[in-house]
C-alpha cells in the first residue's frame, strides 16, 4: 500500500529554470493538496483541489502552477525557479467532499534553488 | 477564513515529563481537528483527531478534547518519552455542507525534545 508517493525526493535548480513536481495517491481520495514547509512557518498551502478537474489557489500560490491530471495525480509546477521557492514540498491526499477525513501525507520533495 | 494558532516551541522536557501543547482555532461552522507529527526527514502523520464538540481523540498515551467554547484543541501527553521528540502540527477541515472551507489549514508547529 504506496499512499501518497512524490518524485523527486531531491532536487537542485537553478535560478530560472522550470520543473514539475509529481504527486500521485492510491486510495481513491477526491481532495489533494501542495503544501510547503519552511522553518518558523509551518505547513503553507500553495494549491488544493476538491475534486479531478478542479483547482483552488491557497495561501502562497504565486511562482506555482497545478494540473490534476486525475483522480490520482496532481503536479506542481514551477516555470522559472526562484531562490524563495528554496523549500520542502509535500503532497497530500484526503476522502472527500463533505468527508471529514485526515489527509495523508508522502515523503516530502527537498528542492534547493541557487 | 478559518485559522489555527499553536503554542511556538521549541519545548524541551526531560523524559516522564507532563506535556501540553496549547492549539487554538477561527473557524466556521464546525471543523474537525487534528493532531500530526512529524519525525525528522519525514512527513506528517496523523497522530489523533475529533470531529465534533467534547470528542476526545487518543492515541499513543496522547490525547486532545475539542472544546468549542474555548475554541481550543490542546494536545496532553502524561509522561513523555525520548521518541516523542518531533514537530507536532495542530489542524483544522471544515466540510462544505457546514458552509465552511475543505482546505485543511495548519498551525506552525511545535518542536518537542525530550531528553533522557
Known amino acids: 500500500n504506496a499512499g501518497v508517493t512524490q518524485t523527486p525526493k531531491f532536487q537542485v535548480l537553478k535560478t530560472g529554470q522550470s520543473m514539475t513536481l509529481q504527486c500521485a495517491q492510491d486510495m481513491n481520495h477526491n481532495s489533494m493538496y501542495w503544501y510547503r514547509q519552511d522553518p518558523g512557518m509551518g505547513l503553507r498551502l500553495i494549491y488544493y483541489?476538491?475534486?479531478?478537474?478542479?483547482?483552488d489557489k491557497g495561501e502562497v500560490p504565486n511562482g506555482y502552477n497545478v494540473s490534476r491530471l486525475n483522480k490520482r495525480e496532481f503536479s506542481l509546477r514551477l516555470e522559472s525557479a526562484a531562490p524563495s521557492q528554496t523549500s520542502v514540498y509535500f503532497c497530500?491526499?484526503?476522502?472527500?467532499?463533505?468527508?471529514?477525513?485526515?489527509?495523508?501525507f508522502g515523503q516530502g520533495t527537498r528542492l534547493t534553488v541557487v | 477564513g478559518n485559522s489555527v494558532t499553536q503554542m511556538e516551541g521549541p519545548v524541551t522536557l526531560s523524559e516522564e515529563a507532563f506535556l501540553t501543547i496549547n492549539c487554538t482555532y477561527t473557524?466556521?461552522?464546525?471543523?474537525?481537528l487534528f493532531w500530526y507529527v512529524q519525525y525528522p526527514g519525514e512527513g506528517l502523520q496523523l497522530l489523533l483527531k475529533?470531529?465534533?464538540?467534547?470528542d476526545k481523540g487518543s492515541n499513543k498515551g496522547f490525547e486532545a478534547t475539542y472544546r468549542k467554547e474555548t475554541t481550543s484543541f490542546h494536545l496532553e501527553k502524561g509522561s513523555v518519552q525520548v521518541s516523542d521528540s518531533a514537530v507536532y502540527f495542530c489542524?483544522?477541515?471544515?466540510?462544505?455542507?457546514?458552509?465552511?472551507?475543505?482546505?485543511?489549514?495548519f498551525g506552525k508547529g511545535t518542536k518537542l525534545t525530550v531528553n533522557p
Open positions: 475529533a470531529t465534533k464538540a467534547d
Open positions: 483541489s476538491a475534486s479531478e478537474g478542479t483547482t
Open positions: 497530500a491526499s484526503s476522502g472527500g467532499t463533505g468527508e471529514i477525513t485526515e489527509a495523508f
Open positions: 473557524a466556521t461552522g464546525y471543523p474537525s
Open positions: 489542524a483544522l477541515r471544515g466540510g462544505i455542507s457546514q458552509g465552511g472551507s475543505e482546505k485543511l489549514v
